[in-house]
């Protein structure tokens, strides 16, 4: 198994963030109804994202099966439900706060920017079959139905490709989901004592 601390996310650029967020934890005080709508969206974020890191291949396969046969982009999902599930539980006008902040960033900055430099990349690896992927499956709306590619054509994606521990693990989101337990944790902490 992979070791789950990603090095990428230690360096010192981060280092402001993570001490803001240390900060930030003595004065939210969220009620435990709050905690609840969060921690909802939180595990529903971790279920996608689990379910998605165990069936994305990078770069020697087009991944088409799990949720990415629903959706292109389920870590992404996952990452933003998470993302507002955390929010939620800083709880008041902080949760506005940072839902403020979040959802902007997301859908005007970083999301625009990688679906182009993803779509490309994936377009110049497998050309056709990507084409034809990214105009039945939506970005991030799930379809209702998955998305099964018609039997024509040569298929660059494994169909009856199966979740995996072992892509799951390569995917190095068992450090994700270390990090969002710490955070379930500590904010339900938070919930707890503040509702006392």
């Not at 990428?8 to 009620?31: C, D, E, I």
């Not at 800083?90 to 182009?116: M, Q, T």
């Amino acid at each position: 198994m992979r070791n789950p601390i990603r090095v990428k996310n230690l360096r010192m650029r981060f280092l402001p963030l993570y001490a803001a967020g240390l900060v930030l934890l003595f004065w939210v005080r969220p009620t435990l109804s709050e905690y609840a709508v969060g921690l909802t969206a939180v595990l529903l974020g971790a279920v996608l994202r689990t379910w998605g890191a165990g069936h994305l291949v990078k770069t020697t396969s087009l991944t088409i099966t799990g949720p990415y046969a629903r959706m292109r982009h389920p870590l992404y999902v996952g990452t933003l439900l998470c993302g507002c599930g955390i929010a939620v539980m800083f709880g008041g006008w902080w949760a506005l706060c940072v839902l403020g902040v979040l959802l902007p960033w997301f859908f005007l900055g970083y999301f625009p920017r990688k679906e182009r430099l993803e779509s490309a990349r994936l377009e110049a690896l497998y050309g056709e079959a990507f084409a034809r992927y990214r105009a039945e499956v939506p970005a991030l709306r799930p379809r209702l139905v998955a998305w099964i590619p018609p039997p024509q054509g040569t298929l660059v994606g494994d169909p009856d490709c199966r979740w995996s521990m072992e892509r799951y693990s390569e995917n190095n989101e068992l450090g994700t989901l270390l990090a969002l337990l710490a955070c379930v944790v500590v904010f339900g902490i938070r919930a707890v004592v503040g509702s006392a």
